[in-house]
């Protein structure tokens, strides 16, 4: 969980810094509204010097607007120059919108917590089970060496 939420984090970090870069703003139209389980999915269509590009990717229609956009709706958008299938939506630091990071985050903090944790335990664990075992060939090796002695 904590890999997958900072391969997450940190390709939307390299997005970010490729925009960053080198930006240019264009418009982008929604040409596909597609109603998913939890949501609606939106594909939006641009084009980068001379380049047409779409993707379903951006969070486009979350935030305070009031209606979900439709189909010919166009959306602000910035792209990079020498990346243009790396996009956000303007106004956004982020690809996947400003508020995937801070779950992103939240993501690899736990996961990172979770598997520390279970390091932990099975530490403990084994460290019980070679203690036992221990105990066990002690008390055998012990029970040997009096048998022994009351047979003489």
């Not at 956004?92 to 520390?116: C, F, K, N, W």
């Not at 932990?120 to 203690?131: D, K, P, S």
Request: proline share 5%; aromatic share 4%.
């Amino acid at each position: 969980m904590a890999l997958a939420g900072g391969c997450s984090l940190a390709g939307e970090m390299s997005d970010a810094r490729r925009i960053d870069a080198s930006p240019v703003r264009v418009h982008g139209v929604v040409d596909r509204v597609v109603p998913v389980k939890g949501g609606t999915t939106f594909r939006v269509s641009y084009q980068v010097e001379g380049q047409r590009f779409a993707t379903e990717d951006l969070p486009v229609g979350q935030g305070a607007k009031l209606t979900d956009p439709t189909v010919g709706t166009t959306v602000c958008l910035e792209a990079s120059t020498v990346h243009p299938e790396t996009v956000r939506l303007c106004n956004q630091r982020y690809p996947s919108g400003d508020d995937m990071i801070p779950t992103e985050g939240l993501i690899v903090v736990a996961g990172a917590a979770g598997t520390l944790m279970a390091a932990g335990w099975i530490l403990v664990v084994t460290r019980q089970e070679r203690r036992e075992n221990r105990r066990s060939v002690s008390a055998a090796q012990a029970t040997d060496l009096t048998s022994a002695g009351t047979e003489a």
